[in-house]
């Protein structure tokens, strides 16, 4: 591996994101291959900062600006990358469930994702079953991610997995649920494939249900 690509890895679980863009455009100028900065540089820095985070060496703060260097350098990245590339990971639509506004758990889901290298939809917050349902359809992802933080909203989650049942499209997806008063028996209890209790163990869940999916595609 090339000093410039272990400077990229660095400088990105440090969070320092100028410094991360300026790494990138180095290698690109020294005609290191796009595809060789992702897969030794991007992917592996973000896998190091989960880690991290799980192990409780760093915190949330941490893993944004860790995120925001990720997501600059593929900014450069990705208009040179093969479009089959950024999708070889997984496709993943994730929300809030209806009723709660609570976003920073779901932002901080979406970040560890986008950084190990799936495709994200994220439908924000209050997200009905409806509006997962429409979502499946129109963007056809692997993986469904729904958080809550209230217990008065658990429901919905509950909800949106009937919802999925109910328009045909159940089978197509991997369920995978999280947020604070969110159990692995209650996930079993609604129907969902998967749970996370945090953003680390949520990543690798994903991880286990997408190989599950493929497969079963076999």
Do not use: C, W
């Not at 060789?36 to 060496?57: H, K, N, T, Y």
């Not at 994730?94 to 758990?105: E, M, N, R």
């Not at 079953?129 to 729904?146: D, G, N, T, W």
């Amino acid at each position: 591996m090339s000093s410039t690509v272990e400077r990229i890895r660095r400088e990105i679980v440090s969070g320092h994101v100028e410094e991360s863009v300026e790494a990138v455009k180095e290698a690109l100028q020294q005609k290191i291959p796009p595809q060789e900065i992702l897969d030794d540089g991007l992917l592996p820095a973000m896998e190091r900062v989960g880690s991290l985070f799980q192990e409780g060496e760093i915190f949330i703060p941490d893993v944004f600006f860790s995120a925001k260097a990720m997501h600059g350098s593929m900014d450069i990245l990705r208009p040179l990358l093969a479009p089959s590339r950024l999708m070889e990971m997984g496709s993943v639509v994730i929300g809030t469930v209806l009723g709660d506004i609570h976003d920073i758990g779901k932002k901080l889901v979406s970040t560890m994702f986008e950084g190990a290298g799936f495709n994200v939809v994220d439908l924000g917050v209050e997200v009905s079953p409806e509006a997962f349902v429409q979502a499946v359809e129109a963007h056809q992802p692997q993986i469904v991610a729904m958080s809550t933080l209230l217990t008065t909203t658990m429901m919905n989650m509950g909800a949106t997995v009937e919802a999925l049942l109910k328009a045909g499209v159940r089978e197509r997806v991997k369920i995978l649920i999280g947020g604070a008063p969110v159990t692995r028996a209650f996930a079993e209890e609604i129907g969902a494939d998967g749970y996370g209790s945090n953003a680390s163990t949520g990543l690798e869940e994903a991880k286990a249900l997408l190989a599950a999916l493929k497969g079963e595609g076999k």
